[in-house]
């Protein structure tokens, strides 16, 4: 193999455990230039930390020049605040006592303004009960639903009447408006184009709406897929998270953007249970199980393998007739989705020059970290 396919060998392998999550760290920090490439100004940037979960790739990103991140629960708004970073956006409507530990962020890291989603007045208003009590403001940016149907308001008038609602309470101070479009997949990066406009279109229309009104709506939209159409677009953030690590379901779904896979799951064959089968330790509890055994992992160093089965601490591989595998030996495994693989980890080792050199914990897989 050429240096090109074998980027990814570990010199002092031997000492890794398995099964381990590694991150690269030069691949991490040429992912972030790459996305910086890819945009008109950082500032627009806000990336969603649900992939990396951890305080040292997000503190890599502030050193490029992004200020403002995205995130989904509590957990991971902390470890940002934890890092003092200037402008979080929870892309989540806090409820029941949730609330009360958004409230809780502010008040223990000051140097962060944190900011939620809202899609519905109830929530709206026991924000501000709550926050006005407090002798607080929270930022909000309405939560529109433009084609998941999992959460967030058509962009019609319904909603415009909810942003005028929020914008009557004194606990809440809205930003702007939200929207996430991760029901556009299409591979060829035109057709994604087509469909990303046209449901801009109607965000736009209702931001004009409202801006003619005297409000003055910021825009955060947006996830990997659609990154590279709305970097075009101005006066919007764009939210992509996966970019830093890569995997290969965007290897293969995204062509156009040319992120390195940055991280990977080590495996050893641990059983040889007949001629051509090969045992792994990499269950469910390894890697990420939602997808069919077809498009959970890529065997960078063994192609010819094929998954015949999978449990929760061991992976059944059929290997030609003949093959070489021994007990002991290190498989470089590529997850098709790494977000959920990662959270499976309590720390990522990190290679530099070849090397395991450093370890990361992977905070903000947790619930809970202080509040």
């Known amino acids: 193999m050429n240096e090109k396919e074998t980027w990814y060998t570990l010199l002092n392998a031997g000492e890794v455990y398995t099964p381990a999550l590694v991150f690269y760290r030069s691949r991490l920090k040429e992912n972030i230039e790459r996305l910086k490439s890819m945009i008109d100004d950082p500032l627009r940037l806000r990336p969603h930390v649900k992939t990396h979960k951890t305080s040292e790739a997000a503190l890599m990103m502030m050193e490029a020049g992004i200020r403002k991140f995205k995130c989904a629960t509590i957990a991971e708004a902390e470890m940002l605040g934890m890092i003092k970073v200037p402008d979080v956006l929870m892309a989540y409507q806090p409820v029941g006592p949730n609330i009360q530990r958004l409230i809780s962020l502010q008040q223990h890291y000051p140097a962060t303004r944190f900011s939620c989603l809202v899609d519905s007045q109830a929530v709206a208003a026991a924000l501000s009960t709550l926050a006005e009590k407090k002798h607080l403001t929270i930022p909000v940016y309405i939560d529109l639903d433009v084609g998941m149907h999992r959460t967030g308001i058509a962009p019609d008038e319904k909603a415009i009447e909810l942003y005028r609602y929020c914008s009557s309470l004194k606990g809440l101070g809205v930003l702007g408006l939200h929207f996430y479009d991760g029901h556009i997949r299409e591979r060829e990066i035109e057709k994604r184009r087509v469909l990303c406009l046209e449901l801009l279109s109607k965000v736009q229309a209702m931001r004009k709406e409202l801006t003619e009104a005297g409000y003055k709506p910021q825009l955060v939209g947006g996830g990997s897929p659609s990154f590279p159409v709305y970097a075009r677009e101005e006066d919007m953030e764009c939210s992509p998270g996966t970019f830093i690590l890569w995997d290969k379901g965007y290897e293969d779904g995204l062509p156009e953007q040319e992120f390195l896979t940055a991280g990977l799951v080590l495996t050893r064959v641990i059983s040889l249970p ?54 002991g030996d290190l498989l470089y495994v590529l997850p098709f989705h790494i977000c959920p693989t990662v959270a499976l980890y309590d720390r990522a080792l990190i290679v530099q020059n070849g090397m395991i050199a450093d370890s990361w914990q992977i905070v903000a897989r947790n619930r809970k970290i202080n509040i």
């Open 274 to 327: 007949d001629r051509n089968k090969v045992c792994m330790d990499l269950g469910y509890k390894a890697i990420s199980s939602e997808n069919d055994l077809a498009h959970r992992i890529h065997f960078l160093n063994a192609p010819d393998l094929k998954i015949v089965s999978q449990s929760e601490e061991h992976l059944v591989a059929e290997a030609p007739v003949g093959h070489s595998w021994q007990i």
